[in-house]
């Protein structure tokens, strides 16, 4: 029997479970849906799919470093415990290495992507579920490349819940590199340089502090020139090269890269469930709720 996008859509919403798993029980059932409902949950997949709709706003970030090719990801779990189970830990090395290896553009791409073990990482994720027992994905990635005269920045703070990668062209001084990247998981810049920020963004700061004077009373002769000093501090808040270098206060993040003969390219900087709500009830509190059921 053909299995079509409808029957893997119905069977993907009755279940909870990645495509390429309900495509899968259906050619293995010839197309019966409750047959294939069934096929699921004896694989753990529909038991897993169960939990998907549970927070899991915990989690670890990670980077790998492989030569010239690296990657930083975020693998988010329901609780503080489960991300510091070592299952949890080898999942995240092992999605860590497949996304080096084959290099997917999007989370979509990264789920359809076929491990060693034959499994897509949807599956292998799915697997995980089923065995530790708390909802998890791979929430997101970012792969880089760069030239033997590059260094890759790789650091994890307070055992991975905030990661940065950065890039410096110029030199090979991973030191260097790991030192910017400590800088960025301490002081957080939004931007590298100044010519990163859109003008739009600059003018609306400027529209703010020029207000900002205007209210506390400043002559309207001398707000001009105050707003620019202001937009400094601004720059200085929000740019990496701006800051003073936290391992020496007395230098700017771009004289600490120049002395190195570098040039920092570009950073990501993941902190751990940032934008993700967090869950309300504590430990104590599930499991008097499963008690009760």
Known sequence: MAITAQMVKELREKTGAGMMDCKKALQQTDGDMEKAIDFLREKGIASAAKKADRVAAEGITSVLVEGNDAVILEVNAETDFVAKNEAFQTLVKELGEQLLKAK?????????????????????????????????????FAVKTKTDNDA????????????????????????????VSMHIAALNPKFVSRDEVS?????????????????????????????????????????????????????????????????????????????????????AEEVMNQMKK
């Open 104 to 140: 997917p553009a999007t989370i979509e791409e990264a789920l359809a992507s076929t491990m060693a073990n034959g499994a897509t990482v949807e599956a292998h994720i799915n697997a995980a579920i089923s065995k530790i027992g708390e909802n998890m994905n791979l929430r997101r």
């Open 152 to 179: 890759f920045g790789a650091y994890l703070h307070m055992g991975g819940r905030i990661g940065v990668l950065s890039v410096v062209e110029g030199t090979s001084d991973a030191d260097a590199a790991k030192d």
């Open 199 to 283: 003008p739009e963004e600059v003018e609306r700061e400027r529209q703010v502090l020029t207000q900002q004077a205007l209210n506390e009373g400043k002559p309207e002769n001398i707000v001009a020139k105050m707003v620019e000093g202001r937009l400094g501090k601004y720059f200085e808040d929000v740019c990496l090269l701006d800051q003073a270098f936290v391992k020496n206060p007395d230098q700017k993040v771009r004289q600490f890269v120049e002395s190195k003969g570098g040039k920092v390219r570009e950073f990501v900087r993941y902190e751990v469930g940032e934008g993700l709500e967090k869950r309300a009830e504590n430990f």
